[in-house]
C-alpha cells in the first residue's frame, strides 16, 4: 500500500522520543513503540495494545508502518548442504532496490547486509561501484534487510536464526556510521527479536580513518575488517582509487594500530587475490610488512568473476604460495570460502542484478 505518510520505521530512538514529547507523551513511550516495531515486528498502530487508543489513533494519523519488501529471493546451487546461499533483492519504501545475502557455514548462519543504495567509492573490481551513491540506508532499513532474510530461515526450519551479521553488502558502512550503530545497538537490544552479541557483529570498511578512530573509541564491541586488496599504494590506487587516495596505506597502517591497541580486538585484512595484479610474492612481502604492525589477521579472498570485468582468479597454486610466505612471516591467515557465486552473492557482485541497466557500462 502506497501512503505520503512519513515512515516511522526511518526514526532514530532519540527521534522517536523527541515526537513522542511534542505529542505531550512521556519519553518511555519511544521505547515502547521501539520494542513493538523493532522486536515484536508490529505491522500496525493496532497491534501495539500497550499503548492507549488515542495515541494508537494519532500514530496512525502521522506516521506509516514500511518495510522492505523483497521481491526476489535466488538460492545458490553450487553448495551442498542444508542451507545454500541466498540472495534477496528488496524493494524499499521510495523504489529504491537493494540486495543482502544469507551465508550459510557449520556453526554459524551469517547475514551480509547493505548499508548504502550504490556506493560512491568505485573500487575497480565491484558491482556495486559502478552503480554510484544513490543515498544512505537509514537505521530501519537496515534491521529490515535482517529480519528479511531471517523470515527465509525460519520459514524452512522454524526456531533457527540468523547468529552473526556483516556489513558487507552494497555500499561503505562507515559512510553511514550513525544508521549502522543504531540499528547495530537495535539488533543487539537484550530481550529484543534477536539479541545478537556486538562480538557476532562485523563491520566491513576500505578503510575510512575518522570512522575507524571513532567506532575504536565507542567502547563497541563489534569486529573490524578493512579491504586492503593491495600493501602497494600506487597499486591500491588503481584499484581502489577514492579509497586509496582518501586514506593513504600510512595513515591507515598508524590508525589499525590505535584501533587494535584500544579494543585490544584483532582487526581482519581483508586481500582478494587477483590474478597477475597483487598476488606475487613480492605483494606478499608488502602485506607481510603492512600487517605486522598491529594485531590483525589476514582473509585471503577470492575473485568472483563479473561480467564485462577483465579481472582473473589466481590458482590454489598460487593461493597457497602467497599464503605461505605469509604464514611464514609469522602471520595469522585464513582463506574464506567463496559463497553464492552462481547467484551473483559473492563478494564485489552485488548490484549487478538490481541494476541490469548497468551492466553495459561495467
Ligand atoms: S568494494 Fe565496497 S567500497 Fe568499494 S565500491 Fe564496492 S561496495 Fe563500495
Redesign the pocket.
Known sequence: MTTSLPNIMDLSLKELQQTMISKGEPGFRASQIHQWLFSHHAQSFENMTILSLGLRQKLAETFAITRPEMIEHHESIDEACDYPAKKILLKLSDNSLIESVLIPSTDRMTACISSQVG?????S?????KMGLRRNLSAGEITGQVYALNNLITAKEPGHTLTNLVFMG???PLLNTDNIIEAIETLCTRNYRFSLSQKRVTI???GVIPEIQRIGKSGMKTKLAV?LHSADQQKRESL?PV?ARQYPLKELAKTLAEYSAITGVPVTIVYMLLKGINDSLEDAKLLARFSRSFLCKINLIDYNSIINMSFRPVSNAARDLFREYLVDAGLHVTIRKSYGTTINAAC?Q?ATTVMPLNRNNL
Open positions: 556506493c560512491p567509492f568505485q573500487c573490481f565491484c558491482a556495486t561501484g552494497m555500499g561503505e566491513s570498511t576500505v579491504s581502489m579509497a564485489g552485488l
